[in-house]
C-alpha cells in the first residue's frame, strides 16, 4: 500500500512539472517528430493530463499485463496533454486549438 501512495504523489508531482514547464513556455521545446503544431486545445490538453494520469497510475496499480495497457493509454494522454498535439487530430486535419496557439505566437496583451 506504501508504495499505492508513493506511486500517487510521483504522478501528482509529474504533473505539475509537466504543468509548470508548459506555462513556462517550455512544452515547444519538447514537441519531435516532425508534428509541433499545437492542434489540442487548452481545456482538452487539461483533461488528457488528468485523465492519462488517472489511467497510468490505476493501470500500474492492477499489476497485471492489462494494467500495462491501461498505463500505456494513459501515457499516451498524458503525452497528449503535454505537447498539445494530437496524431489523429492532425491526420483529419482537426484542432481545437486557438490560431494564435496553432502556430506558436503568443497572444496580444
Known amino acids: 500500500m506504501n508504495s499505492n501512495v508513493e506511486t500517487l504523489r510521483y504522478a501528482k508531482a509529474a504533473h505539475a512539472k509537466l504543468e509548470h514547464e508548459r506555462r513556462s513556455g517550455g512544452d515547444r ?3 519531435q517528430g516532425g508534428h509541433s503544431d499545437v492542434n489540442v486545445g487548452e481545456f482538452e490538453r487539461q483533461i488528457s493530463l488528468v485523465s492519462g494520469t488517472v489511467l497510468a497510475v490505476c493501470g500500474l496499480l492492477r499489476g497485471s499485463v492489462s494494467g ?19 496524431e489523429v487530430y492532425h491526420a483529419l486535419g482537426h484542432s481545437s486549438a486557438d490560431d494564435h496557439v496553432r502556430h506558436g505566437a503568443t497572444p496580444a496583451e
Open 68 to 86: 500495462l495497457g491501461l498505463a500505456a493509454i494513459g501515457a499516451g494522454l498524458i503525452w497528449r496533454g503535454h505537447t498539445g498535439h494530437c
Open 29 to 31: 521545446q519538447h514537441q
